[in-house]
């Protein structure tokens, strides 16, 4: 089973060990079309972005306005209407699927945490990426090396427990930490 999540932020668990936690809060999602081979789509509230393809599809499987986002998750055989959320217990293993934050154009020292240079007594070598290639053999940049580029923005998936999940407000408290910015949208998905 998938849910869509928004991450909400940080905080600790009070008592005699303090662990540190992520709170997530489940977005209420509806199964517009039955499960077919354990995929299904469902529809989201985010933002207020609408326009005629989207306000079809509402008209179509009788939506309200706030469901414009659709998206095509992993479902147990579920048929149109509410998602189920009784997989969501204390002590359930979740897989959490983010984006990172984004960083940039970085250098190779945030990058890839290289060493850097010496900083004083005229090296002129202090963050810059130094040799890449040889010259006669293999004559090239050899693919796969580490060099100054984009970093962040990427998916990244984490292993993650579930310590307590409030039906009531959909408030998920699971162990650890989460990537990803404050209100950013994620998808966690039920492993055991």
Known sequence: MEYIVKKIGMSR???AVSTAVTLLKVSELKFVA????????????????????????QKKHS?????NRFATIESDGAASGDQDLSALTAGTILK?????KGRGFTGLIKRWNFQGGPGAHGSRFHRTGGSIGNREEPGRVIKGKKMAGH???EIQTIK?????FDPENKILVVKGSIPGANGALGRVKVVK
Request: charged share 20%.
């Open 34 to 57: 039955p499960s077919v081979e354990g995929k299904a789509i469902a529809a989201y509230a985010n933002g207020k972005r609408i326009n005629k393809a989207i306000q079809g599809v």
């Open 63 to 67: 939506l309200s306005k706030e469901f």
């Open 160 to 164: 993650s427990e579930v310590l307590s």
């Open 151 to 153: 970093y962040g923005n």
């Open 13 to 15: 668990t009070l008592g």
């Open 96 to 100: 959490a699927s983010f984006n990172t």
